[in-house]
């Protein structure tokens, strides 16, 4: 193999995305809420979907590890993909929606903590039960990521004792603990307090400074513009523009998007 060929296969291997998504489309009943969605992802970046209500943009997170499965397209995270439009048996489709799952976590609105198990119990649950890995090997684990959210002194704490905020960063330490190849995020501080936001949200900008690839949902205006590598505006099920931060929030192309940002950023 000549040296420009052994160049050619690194820089395309190099470039592959982590994620892409293909013609992805959802309806329920008579109501299509996705159509023509196309995006990529870049391994270590960070996607923020924008959006007014019944856009669509919590249904294409969702479908990304298949809580919400598609009616038709085309995902893949690495190398692992779904043709959502493709006729499979029941067990073949099942294997290959365990799989995607696999690849991705999801931080939820609300907290979906196990109440009856302590902070730390939360965390190690899914990586030897549901990954069937030694326990000696977990609980380290899961104290470093305690240490890493701030929570380090609440290990045997139960959820009850905690903060919304706290319960949020649990979350992401939890969902962190299945080493997920993606991290989804879906209004992870819609549900909390104002003043318990920016403890969650700097949580998250750490995470985007190690370099996690990270798809979010979110209003946090000033956190897509901290953070993101790229911005999805969705209104109407499709995307509306796409860009870099900077262009879509601070000048947007798009009179849709102007005026959604007008009432989010100047409510009054």
Known sequence: MS???????STDESTTPLLEVTDLRKSFG??????DIDFTVEQGTVTVLLGPSGSGKTTVLRSLNALEVPDAGVVRIEDVEVDFGQARSRRDADRDLARLRRQSAMVFQAHHLFPHRTVLQN???GPIHAQGRPEAEVVP???VLLEQVGLADREDAYPSQLSGGQQ???GIARALALKPRLMLFDEPTSALDPELVGEVLGVMKDLAA??????????????AQQVADQVLFLDDGVIAERGPA????EDPREARTRQFLHRILDPL
Request: hydrophobic share 35%.
């Open 30 to 35: 008579d109501q299509e809420v996705l159509r």
């Open 210 to 223: 190690e370099g996690w690839t990270m798809v979010v949902v979110t209003h946090e205006i000033r956190f």
């Open 3 to 9: 040296t420009d060929e052994s160049t050619d296969e």
């Open 168 to 170: 949020q960063r649990v």
């Open 246 to 249: 900077s262009q879509v929030i």
């Open 123 to 125: 965390l190690t649950e």
């Open 141 to 143: 684990e899961a104290r």
